[in-house]
């Protein structure tokens, strides 16, 4: 019986000295950490490059036929009826090349039928070679034709037909388009307060799937009162990847209007701009981040041209994680780029 108190207390001192154990040994790690050294700023850097950095205007552009110029005619055409009655046949289909005049379709009005003036004018062509016709009479017999017939003004394609045999049309009618499809162009509206550095000549990219570059030939001088833009157009490279473009496709297009050759240029996203429009970077020298006050250029593909003290091309300068830093903070590269 008296062992049982001696066991008891014997228990009890070994969990006493257990517990003594545990509290010591999670203090040792508290307090070793508080004579570790403070965690450092993660960062990701780049670096500053020379290259060559141009200045776009952007909108959007309607794919179409190129307009006329002073010297060639335009691109596509819309043809209405030359006269009121019914279509009495259509001889092409969308997408059919055809050339100059080409019949396309024809039509029978009210006092004739397109097949009785074909025949009449053949009739006084004979005649007329046999000198038993005047030449007024072959003349009259081709107006009363080309009144029931119409034809292509151009060659190219048949990028619509709106009428088939047995409907009425009048003079108003819109019945076909076609468009010479190795001549196309973009054309877009940009806002005029852009538009002062816009030239003929200028390059002009249209951002389809597969970009097409083709050349600015036309900048209009008046501003559209309705929506304050500026209309321009260009032409497109009647070969390559224009195959590619369809009349009436809405796209992106940029118009070069600089280039600065051999610039010093950062990455974008390392370019802090505050809101009186002060621009810096934070250059990386010796683990520390250098705020550097910079002016900003140029801008394209995720580089910023800049110019500043202390600059350079190989320049390392934080790209992640230098918002907001104090100058001179030191921090840890996690990643560098370059």
């Known amino acids: 019986m008296k062992a049982k108190p001696i066991v008891i207390a014997f228990i009890i001192a070994l969990c006493a000295l257990g517990v003594f154990f545990l509290v010591r040994s999670r203090q040792a790690p508290a307090a070793s950490g508080e004579d570790a050294a403070p965690l450092l700023p993660a960062v990701q850097t780049g670096v500053l490059k020379r290259m060559t950095l141009h200045r776009y205007v952007t909108g959007y552009g309607v794919i179409g036929p190129e307009p006329a110029t002073a010297n060639a005619p335009a691109a596509g055409a819309a043809l209405a009826a030359p006269s009121a009655g019914v279509v009495a046949g259509v001889t092409v289909v969308e997408g059919q090349a055809v050339n100059k005049g080409q019949v396309l379709m024809t039509i029978n ?6 097949a009785y003036a074909s025949q009449e004018l053949q009739r006084q062509r004979k005649l007329y070679q046999q000198h038993n016709t005047s ?9 009363q034709l080309a009144l029931l017939e119409v034809t292509a003004p151009l060659s190219g394609t048949v990028v619509s037909m709106n009428v088939k045999p047995g409907m009425a049309v009048d003079a108003s009618t819109v019945v076909a388009e076609v468009m010479d499809l190795h001549r196309q162009a973009v054309t877009a509206k940009i806002p005029a307060s852009q538009a002062a550095s816009l030239k003929p000549g200028q390059p002009v990219e249209v951002l389809a799937r597969t970009p097409v570059t083709g050349t600015l030939a036309f ?3 008046a501003v559209d009162p309705n929506d304050g833009t500026v209309t321009v157009w260009a032409s497109l ?9 369809r009349p009436g496709q809405f796209l992106p297009v940029r118009i070069m209007t600089a280039t600065h050759a051999d610039c010093l240029a950062a990455p974008s996203e390392s370019v802090v701009t505050d809101e009186q429009g002060r621009s810096t970077i934070a250059l990386f020298k010796n683990g520390e981040a250098d705020q550097t006050g910079v002016q900003t250029g140029f801008e394209e593909n995720g580089w910023t041209e800049v110019s500043g003290a202390g600059l350079k091309p190989g320049g390392a300068v934080i790209t992640v994680g230098g918002y907001g830093l104090p100058d001179k903070t030191r921090v840890e590269v996690l990643h560098s780029n370059g």
């Open 109 to 114: 009005s009210s006092s004739m039928t397109a």
């Open 219 to 221: 900048v209009s001088p």
């Open 135 to 143: 030449l007024k009479m072959l003349q009259d017999a081709e107006v």
């Open 237 to 245: 490279p009647a070969h390559g990847d224009i195959s590619n473009l």
